[in-house]
């Protein structure tokens, strides 16, 4: 008999493990499309994406790097979610009035039936999103969080649980703030103006995601690109469905406004 011992199995990471450094570049997670079946958003997203591929880990990416939001149909209350229109990943939806639905769900595969991934839910009164992610770990259950709207809607906040050292989950600030800069100018703005994720621990104040909410296409309503150590992925994976989802929430709320002031 051989004395020889089964190698371990390659360690998963996900949001308890990823660590704070900003991994090289040929070790940086890679976007793969979502499978067939879509999330579960009562699982980690950690538990669900992570992957293990031979003699290293890697964690499965449920957004690309860059993506656009497309008109779906004439009502303008779907959207599908995609870096190409004919090729979407998620829908998104949108709900008003009495229906009893968030304000904007997106969802979990690209059907507007199945569950939200994560929602928003504008407060009455007030500038504030009630937003819901996915549980933080397998003993927990999905989260709300706020984000908090300035009195003239120029920057909008959050704070969100990110991977630390040692594997340590910590809680971070991050704000969206109105750009004409050239963070945004390369989206292809209609008037050459956006909105940039600023993370504001550290000296650097680092853009990690910007966002736009017109271009020239009549179908691309929104586009939206990971920028920094947000494309990296060590910021994780929920992270990232709050940066999507607030962007969202943002972009809806403006284009209420703007609707409500034509009328």
């Given at each position: 008999?051989?004395?020889a011992?089964?190698?371990?199995?390659?360690?998963?990471?996900?949001?308890?493990?990823?660590?704070?450094?900003?991994?090289?570049?040929?070790?940086?997670?890679?976007?793969?499309?979502?499978?067939?079946h879509?999330?579960n958003?009562?699982?980690?997203?950690?538990?669900?994406?992570q992957?293990?591929?031979g003699?290293?880990?890697s964690?499965?990416?449920?957004?690309?790097?860059?993506?656009?939001?497309?008109?779906?149909?004439?009502?303008?209350?779907?959207?599908?979610?995609?870096?190409?229109?004919?090729?979407?990943?998620?829908?998104?939806?949108?709900?008003?009035?009495?229906?009893?639905?968030?304000?904007?769900?997106?969802?979990?595969?690209?059907?507007?039936?199945?569950?939200?991934l994560?929602?928003?839910?504008?407060?009455?009164?007030?500038?504030?999103?009630?937003?819901?992610?996915?549980?933080?770990?397998?003993?927990?259950?999905?989260?709300?969080?706020?984000?908090?709207?300035?009195?003239?809607?120029?920057?909008?906040?959050?704070?969100?649980?990110?991977?630390?050292?040692?594997?340590?989950?910590?809680?971070?600030?991050?704000?969206?703030r109105?750009?004409?800069?050239?963070?945004?100018?390369?989206?292809?703005?209609v008037?050459g103006t956006?909105?940039?994720?600023?993370?504001?621990?550290?000296?650097?104040?680092?853009v990690?995601?910007?966002f736009?909410?017109?271009?020239?296409?009549?179908?691309?309503?929104f586009?939206?690109k990971?920028?920094g150590?947000?494309?990296?992925?060590?910021?994780?994976?929920?992270?990232?469905?709050?940066?999507v989802?607030?962007?969202?929430?943002?972009?809806e709320?403006?284009r209420?406004?703007?609707?409500?002031?034509?009328?």
């Amino acid at each position: 008999m051989s004395d020889a011992k089964t190698p371990a199995a390659a360690p998963r990471l996900g949001l308890e493990t990823l660590e704070d450094d900003v991994p090289p570049a040929e070790e940086l997670p890679a976007y793969s499309p979502p499978s067939k079946h879509p999330l579960n958003p009562q699982v980690p997203l950690a538990q669900q994406l992570q992957v293990a591929a031979g003699p290293s880990s890697s964690v499965n990416r449920q957004f690309p790097p860059e993506f656009n939001l497309y008109s779906a149909n004439l009502l303008g209350r779907t959207f599908n979610l995609g870096e190409h229109q004919n090729a979407p990943i998620y829908v998104v939806s949108i709900h008003t009035g009495w229906s009893g639905n968030p304000d904007v769900m997106l969802h979990t595969s690209t059907s507007a039936n199945s569950p939200p991934l994560a929602t928003a839910n504008f407060r009455t009164f007030t500038n504030d999103t009630t937003i819901k992610l996915p549980p933080l770990n397998p003993r927990s259950y999905v989260t709300e969080t706020t984000l908090k709207g300035s009195m003239f809607g120029r920057t909008w906040s959050f704070s969100i649980e990110i991977p630390g050292p040692n594997g340590q989950l910590r809680s971070e600030p991050f704000e969206w703030r109105h750009s004409r800069g050239e963070d945004v100018n390369t989206l292809g703005s209609v008037w050459g103006t956006g909105w940039k994720l600023v993370r504001l621990l550290g000296e650097g104040k680092e853009v990690v995601a910007v966002f736009t909410e017109g271009t020239m296409s009549l179908s691309k309503k929104f586009s939206f690109k990971f920028r920094g150590a947000g494309e990296t992925g060590v910021l994780g994976e929920r992270w990232a469905v709050m940066a999507v989802i607030s962007a969202m929430a943002i972009w809806e709320k403006n284009r209420r406004t703007k609707n409500n002031s034509a009328n």
